[in-house]
């Protein structure tokens, strides 16, 4: 049996994205997808709604995209969201100590935080699960090409991934693995054997992030500073 599967999706969680939990596992379920990693900024709690609203068939993986000192990591498989702010080293053992997995998004994307655009970092690679090797919404800069490179170098398992910020996002790119990766075991051998479907997101659907960025804005769910970001807490 095949399973389809996108590891960096996000919601209205995020401050950066206006398409609620419920539409976005909605979306999923209809375009096939097993699996879906909701990987809000800096939070959880629209991955716990997405979980609960889960159509029959499609499986939520609980995530964050955090963005640490460093660069922003993804973690799945999160009992309490991490906070912001900590050196990638830390961040990761928080991650491990859940339990959790680890990989690396859009990271040659030199229009967003991504960890190893400074070269001094690339020994993080060698801490982490997976890399994301295809990112629908990396444009320009070869920075797929590169994240390919250096998962290659390092024999990291190299995934493709929608980054969806929008309904129109899902699944727009995507893996399909062997073996169940409900589990952190079942992803870690799904991850040894996949096949990456890549895809693009249009130029307009990516116009969509500063006006998402503008609404949550005035709707007060804004991007909280490290210092004060409690963990498990949602935005204020």
Wanted: net charge negative; hydrophobic share 40%.
């Amino acid at each position: 049996m095949s399973y389809f599967l996108d590891l960096h999706c996000h919601t209205s969680a995020s401050f950066d994205c206006l398409a609620s939990p419920e539409s976005q596992v909605k979306a999923a379920a209809a375009r096939g997808l097993t699996h879906l990693a909701i990987t809000d900024h800096d939070r959880i709690d629209g991955a716990l709604r997405a979980r609960d609203a889960a159509p029959d068939g499609l499986t939520v993986l609980v995530g964050e995209e955090i963005k640490t000192a460093d660069g922003d990591l993804i973690a799945v498989f999160l009992e309490q969201a991490v906070p912001p702010g900590m050196p990638a080293r830390e961040t990761i053992e928080v991650v491990r100590e859940q339990g959790g997995m680890v990989g690396i998004p859009h990271p040659f994307d030199t229009f967003r935080g991504s960890m190893l655009v400074d070269p001094r970092l690339e020994a993080m690679g060698g801490l982490v699960d997976w890399v994301e090797t295809h990112n629908a919404r990396v444009v320009g800069g070869r920075g797929n090409e590169r994240a390919a490179a250096f998962a290659l170098e390092l024999g990291l398992p190299g995934v493709a991934v929608s980054d969806a910020h929008s309904t129109l996002e899902v699944g727009v790119a995507y893996s399909v693995v062997e073996t169940d990766p409900s589990t952190p075991d079942g992803l870690r051998a799904a991850l040894a054997e996949l096949e990456l479907v890549p895809g693009r997101a249009t130029y307009f659907v990516r116009a969509l992030t500063p006006v998402s960025k503008l609404v949550n804005r005035l709707r007060g769910n804004r991007r909280v500073a490290a210092s004060t970001r409690i963990a498990g807490q949602p935005h204020e």
